[in-house]
């Protein structure tokens, strides 16, 4: 057995013979391992038991797997998921994406009645929270109000803008239709075509008008 101290690692033979152990792939075995290595042992007097004193607390983040020990984010993922179902570790703390908040675990017994009636299936716990903000605690770790949205105003300028729209498009197309089929007078829209360039004509010899008067004052 090893203490907190010790370089060596304690794994139970009933652990390495189970029907749970011999269901693992190669990555999870070896996740397993490092799992296990970050035990701490304390005895319980000269000749008292050994017990852990950081179940509850084994942090293994996924930026020390990849840097470490070279295992992929993705296998990382499935090797812990693969040891929660079947029974050697459970997450005791869900962390968060804030900093120093790490998810922590716990080694687990319940892999000693797999695969009969009494297992407890256990799976990884889906983190809704969100970089640890909800909408409920967004405002008091932000210190800010959040705004409120008007929305059945923003609808109400939306269907009135649409109905205005709709509107003009129905002119338009009665207009082009009245016109294709002869019930207005063509000669109407010449002339008014020729009201609008001559008072376009006049407005631009205004200005050109102003702007030079103001250039010679």
């Not at 296990?36 to 950081?54: D, F």
């Not at 840097?67 to 998921?81: G, H, L, N, T, V």
């Not at 687990?108 to 990884?124: A, H, L, N, P």
């Not at 008007?150 to 300028?157: A, L, M, R, V």
Request: aromatic share 10%; hydrophobic share 30%; proline share 2%.
């Amino acid at each position: 057995m090893a203490n907190s101290k010790s370089k060596n690692i304690w794994i139970e033979r009933e652990m390495i013979l189970s029907p749970a152990f011999h269901k693992l792939n190669g990555r999870a075995m070896e996740v397993l391992l490092l799992f296990l290595y970050r035990r701490q042992w304390k005895q319980a007097g000269r000749k008292g038991k050994w017990y852990t004193t950081n179940n509850g607390e084994i942090v293994f983040p996924y930026k020390e797997a990849k840097k470490r020990f070279k295992i992929p984010k993705s296998s990382f993922a499935r090797a812990i998921d693969k040891l929660m179902e079947h029974g050697f570790i459970e997450i005791a703390h869900l962390g968060g994406c804030l900093i120093g908040d790490c998810t922590r675990y716990s080694i687990s017994g319940r892999w000693r009645k797999y695969g009969t009636d009494s297992f407890v299936q256990q799976k990884r716990p889906k983190d809704t929270r969100g970089f640890g903000f909800t909408a409920k605690n967004w405002e008091e770790r932000t210190g800010r109000t959040r705004r409120k949205q008007s929305k059945p105003g923003i609808k109400g300028d939306t269907r009135t803008s649409n109905k205005n729209d709709t509107r003009k498009r129905k002119r338009r197309t009665q207009l082009v239709s009245n016109l294709v089929q002869g019930d207005l007078d063509i000669n109407f829209f010449i002339k008014k075509g020729e009201e609008v360039l001559r008072a376009f004509s006049s407005s631009r010899h205004q200005k050109r008008y102003h702007s030079i008067a103001s250039h010679t004052h």
